[in-house]
Protein backbone atom coordinates (compact mmCIF):
# COMPACT_ATOMS: atom_id res chain seq x y z
CA UNK A 1 0.00 0.00 0.00
CA UNK A 2 1.75 3.40 -0.87
CA UNK A 3 1.81 5.80 1.92
CA UNK A 4 3.45 9.19 1.74
CA UNK A 5 4.29 10.99 5.21
CA UNK A 6 5.46 14.61 6.12
CA UNK A 7 7.15 14.91 9.00
CA UNK A 8 8.88 18.24 10.34
CA UNK A 9 5.69 20.84 10.36
CA UNK A 10 5.72 23.22 12.62
CA UNK A 11 5.70 27.04 13.91
CA UNK A 12 8.83 29.37 12.55
CA UNK A 13 9.23 33.05 13.26
CA UNK A 14 9.73 35.34 10.13
CA UNK A 15 13.32 34.63 8.45
CA UNK A 16 13.84 31.34 10.27
CA UNK A 17 13.88 28.24 8.31
CA UNK A 18 12.44 24.56 8.39
CA UNK A 19 12.99 21.29 6.66
CA UNK A 20 9.82 18.95 5.67
CA UNK A 21 10.40 15.72 4.78
CA UNK A 22 8.35 13.33 2.87
CA UNK A 23 8.43 9.26 3.30
CA UNK A 24 7.26 7.14 0.72
CA UNK A 25 6.40 3.35 1.51
CA UNK A 26 4.60 0.98 -0.65
CA UNK A 27 6.00 1.76 -3.90
CA UNK A 28 6.30 -0.81 -6.79
CA UNK A 29 7.39 1.23 -9.58
CA UNK A 30 10.92 2.97 -10.04
CA UNK A 31 9.75 6.34 -11.90
CA UNK A 32 8.07 8.99 -10.43
CA UNK A 33 7.58 12.54 -9.69
CA UNK A 34 7.25 13.87 -6.10
CA UNK A 35 5.75 17.53 -5.84
CA UNK A 36 5.36 19.58 -2.95
CA UNK A 37 2.17 21.78 -2.49
CA UNK A 38 0.55 24.24 0.10
CA UNK A 39 -2.65 25.45 1.08
CA UNK A 40 -3.00 28.96 2.92
CA UNK A 41 -6.76 29.39 5.03
CA UNK A 42 -8.94 30.48 2.47
CA UNK A 43 -6.95 30.33 -0.75
CA UNK A 44 -6.40 27.14 -3.12
CA UNK A 45 -3.58 24.64 -2.95
CA UNK A 46 -0.50 25.52 -4.79
CA UNK A 47 2.26 23.78 -6.33
CA UNK A 48 5.38 24.98 -5.17
CA UNK A 49 8.10 22.28 -6.14
CA UNK A 50 8.36 18.83 -7.77
CA UNK A 51 11.79 16.44 -8.55
CA UNK A 52 11.68 13.43 -10.86
CA UNK A 53 13.25 10.61 -9.39
CA UNK A 54 15.44 9.20 -12.28
CA UNK A 55 17.54 11.94 -13.28
CA UNK A 56 17.04 14.67 -10.27
CA UNK A 57 15.53 17.26 -12.23
CA UNK A 58 13.88 19.80 -10.31
CA UNK A 59 10.98 22.55 -10.67
CA UNK A 60 10.88 25.80 -7.94
CA UNK A 61 7.72 27.57 -8.23
CA UNK A 62 7.95 31.41 -8.44
CA UNK A 63 6.75 32.30 -4.84
CA UNK A 64 9.50 29.77 -3.28
CA UNK A 65 12.73 30.17 -5.71
CA UNK A 66 15.76 31.10 -4.45
CA UNK A 67 14.58 30.61 -0.92
CA UNK A 68 12.87 26.44 -1.04
CA UNK A 69 14.92 23.72 -2.51
CA UNK A 70 13.77 20.38 -2.94
CA UNK A 71 15.78 17.09 -2.92
CA UNK A 72 15.65 13.50 -2.31
CA UNK A 73 17.62 10.55 -1.12
CA UNK A 74 16.00 7.81 -3.05
CA UNK A 75 18.10 5.27 -0.88
CA UNK A 76 16.06 6.40 2.15
CA UNK A 77 12.73 7.00 -0.08
CA UNK A 78 12.95 10.59 1.44
CA UNK A 79 11.97 13.78 -0.24
CA UNK A 80 13.13 17.25 1.58
CA UNK A 81 11.91 20.54 1.00
CA UNK A 82 14.26 23.32 2.86
CA UNK A 83 12.69 26.28 3.38
CA UNK A 84 14.80 29.21 4.66
CA UNK A 85 13.79 32.97 4.99
CA UNK A 86 10.17 31.68 5.71
CA UNK A 87 7.47 34.18 5.68
CA UNK A 88 4.18 35.04 7.15
CA UNK A 89 2.87 34.15 3.53
CA UNK A 90 4.45 30.59 3.23
CA UNK A 91 1.83 29.81 6.16
CA UNK A 92 -0.43 26.88 5.51
CA UNK A 93 -0.61 23.06 5.24
CA UNK A 94 2.36 21.77 3.15
CA UNK A 95 1.57 18.34 1.41
CA UNK A 96 3.55 15.97 -0.51
CA UNK A 97 2.61 13.74 -3.77
CA UNK A 98 3.03 11.60 -6.11
CA UNK A 99 2.74 11.71 -9.87
CA UNK A 100 4.33 9.73 -12.63
CA UNK A 101 7.69 11.10 -13.55
CA UNK A 102 6.59 12.89 -16.97
CA UNK A 103 4.57 15.34 -14.42
CA UNK A 104 7.69 17.40 -13.00
CA UNK A 105 7.89 20.21 -15.63
CA UNK A 106 7.86 23.95 -15.65
CA UNK A 107 4.21 23.50 -17.51
CA UNK A 108 2.78 20.79 -15.89
CA UNK A 109 4.38 20.38 -11.92
CA UNK A 110 1.78 22.48 -10.14
CA UNK A 111 -1.37 20.82 -11.43
CA UNK A 112 -2.88 19.13 -8.38
CA UNK A 113 -5.37 16.70 -10.88
CA UNK A 114 -1.97 14.88 -12.18
CA UNK A 115 -0.71 13.42 -8.84
CA UNK A 116 -2.21 10.13 -7.72
CA UNK A 117 -1.50 9.70 -4.23
CA UNK A 118 -1.16 12.40 -1.39
CA UNK A 119 -0.12 12.70 2.09
CA UNK A 120 -2.09 13.75 4.68
CA UNK A 121 -0.24 17.48 5.28
CA UNK A 122 2.07 19.10 7.90
CA UNK A 123 1.03 22.48 8.70
CA UNK A 124 3.69 25.16 8.52
CA UNK A 125 3.32 28.88 10.60
CA UNK A 126 5.29 31.27 10.49
CA UNK A 127 4.20 34.03 12.91
CA UNK A 128 6.37 35.78 15.54
Known amino acids: QLQLVEPGGGLVQPGGSLRLSCVAS????????IGWFRQAPGKEREGISC????????VHGDSVKGRFTISSDNARNTVYLQMSNLQPEDTGVYYC?????????????????????WGQGTQVTVSS
Open 26 to 33: GFTFDTYT
Open 51 to 58: IARTDGST
Open 97 to 117: AVGQEWVCHRSSYDHNDLYDY
